[in-house]
């Protein structure tokens, strides 16, 4: 076993994706150390187990040699070159890890997904949206985002969540899209709504998150985003840019910020005010929708258990289905059910 440090540069290898590792086979590459913990053997020797990851999923690796003098050598959110051999354990791959090397610098490709839509037909949909806005303040307030180049930079990678939905770089302007493209069609059809608020909203509700999260190799929450939140910062930002523009109207922006303080919904899901008029509360629903719609659309396709049910899923509390019925299935699936009623004390909804 061995272990060193060592620019990306000069490494050259092939790197095998998470997703490609099968049992008995050879593995060679750089990947995230996402969790690291010790155990001990029956016979009281120690041994580190680390969850390895990159773009393409996590695996369980173990390091049964030397573990005493290599686990002080790395920590959670290294790098780690790795060369080892894939087996199972308890009908799930596992790696058994007989080199490793700290790398100081790393492709961050290999570890963060991009999102599937080209970032700059995103960027030109989003725009021709907000051109949209009629209101001269508010049409004013969204171009000062838009010409802020520092801003942008950080806008067009940023992920939107670490974990549930648009999880991966670019995942928040595919979001903030998709949010002003519902919100735009809502607003048509429902013509009570203030149009060019809904759309300002849906451009402005999530920027605190350029803030929120650091992106690096892995997707984690900054010291502001921990101590502030991506709401909190909104509304600073929104102020930042508010300053600038003379006799913006109070009420404008005082609906705004309602918007953005609003937009989780309750107070059980992390939002400080409850949606208190209709564009704040039609914006909430369209964040949700989308929200909800990519996590539960990435979770199914990542579901790796045969049949046409997915896993059990414990944010949303039951299984849900991902192809046809067959008949040898339906037996299966009303014992599914059942369990679905049994097991929803046992579990806590994350929001």
Known sequence: MTKGQRPETEINMSHIWVKDIKEDVRVHGCYLVKLKSMGQTKSGEPFIIITLSDRTGDVEARVWENASQLSPLFKEGDILEVEGRAGSYKNRVQLVVSTLTVVEESDPELFLEPAPRDMEDMMKALRRIIKKIKDPYLRTLSDR??????????????????????????????????????SLRVAEYYQILD???????????????????????????????????????????VEEKLSGIKDFPEETGLRLKHIILSHHGQYEFGSPKRPKFLEAYALHLMDDLDAKMNGLARFMEKDIKEGAWTDFNRMFDRYFLKGRISEGEEEEDHAMAGQDDGQKSLFNVEK
């Open 195 to 237: 149009k060019d608020l809904m759309i300002a909203g849906a451009f402005l509700h999530d920027i605190g998150k350029v803030r929120e999260f650091n992106y690096d190799a892995r997707i984690d929450y900054s010291d502001e985003g921990r101590l502030l939140g991506h709401l909190v910062q909104g509304i600073m930002m």
């Open 145 to 182: 985002f838009l010409s802020d180049r520092t801003f942008m930079g950080l806008f067009k990678r940023a992920p939107a969540a670490k974990n549930f939905h648009h999880n991966y770089i670019g995942g928040l302007l595919e979001h903030t899209l998709s949010v002003c493209e519902l």
